[in-house]
């Protein structure tokens, strides 16, 4: 992980995974993750609202979107929680024109306009974490997170769970059997094989079931 030699404050914070290098101004980021096979991971802080503002005043928001939009990966930390008037000005004395319905819609932009995704953190100590967090993140090899256990069933459109839901979740619940090997054993059977009907050597031919999680799961069942 390469850090801007900017962000003297932000570089002790990362655990010793990162370096200070200039690579990341050249991709308009503060911080530049690189994995082989899946590209640049590019990170721009801005802490709210004084730098955000002064570079958008100045044309180095512009200028930096531009150019971490061309990146694999591109991602906006807004940092610091602002302060808004009743009538939803900004409370600071030199900013106090911007609206918050304003500065939603400049962020709308970065999305729209460059592809950029948006993430708020509390201060520099949070804006440490979700970079640590987001490096895990680029460099797992496969994103599971929407498939997993759901801690509550999926309801269709008329607030009822199908069979399937219903099987998955139950599959998920046996040890050893996560998200993708549940929708491997419907997709192989159809169904929850329940006390095993098929054959030892049937269950053994759903992908990620070898030997030893065969037998652990035929006597679970039995």
């Not at 101004?25 to 503060?30: K, S, T």
């Not at 440490?128 to 090899?141: G, I, T």
């Not at 759901?150 to 998955?168: E, L, M, V, Y």
């Amino acid at each position: 992980m390469l850090v801007s030699p900017t962000e003297h404050e932000l570089l002790p914070l990362l655990s010793g995974r990162a370096m200070s290098h200039i690579l990341p101004e050249r991709h308009g980021a503060d911080v530049l993750v690189v994995a082989p096979g899946k590209g640049r991971l590019a990170i721009q802080r801005k802490t709210f609202p004084d730098d955000l503002l002064a570079s958008l005043e100045d044309g180095r928001l512009a200028r930096e979107m531009a150019l971490l939009s061309r990146t694999e990966y591109p991602v906006f930390v807004i940092e610091g929680q602002p302060q808004w008037t009743a009538d939803g000005h900004l409370m600071a004395p030199w900013a106090s024109r911007w609206t918050q319905s304003q500065l939603r819609n400049l962020l709308r932009s970065v999305w729209w306009v460059h592809g950029v995704a948006v993430e708020y953190t509390a201060n520099i100590e949070d804006t440490a974490k979700a970079v640590l967090e987001m490096e895990s993140w680029f460099r797992k090899e496969v994103h599971r997170s929407l498939l997993s256990r759901p801690k509550r069933i999926n309801r269709d459109s008329w607030g009822t769970s199908s069979r399937r839901d219903f099987a998955s979740f139950f599959l998920q619940g046996l040890p050893g059997v996560g998200s993708v090997l549940a929708e491997a054993i419907l997709e192989r059977f159809g169904r929850v094989p329940m006390f095993w009907t098929c054959s030892m050597d049937e269950l053994k031919t759903v992908d990620g079931i070898g030997e030893k999680r065969a037998s652990a799961l035929w006597e679970l069942l039995q």
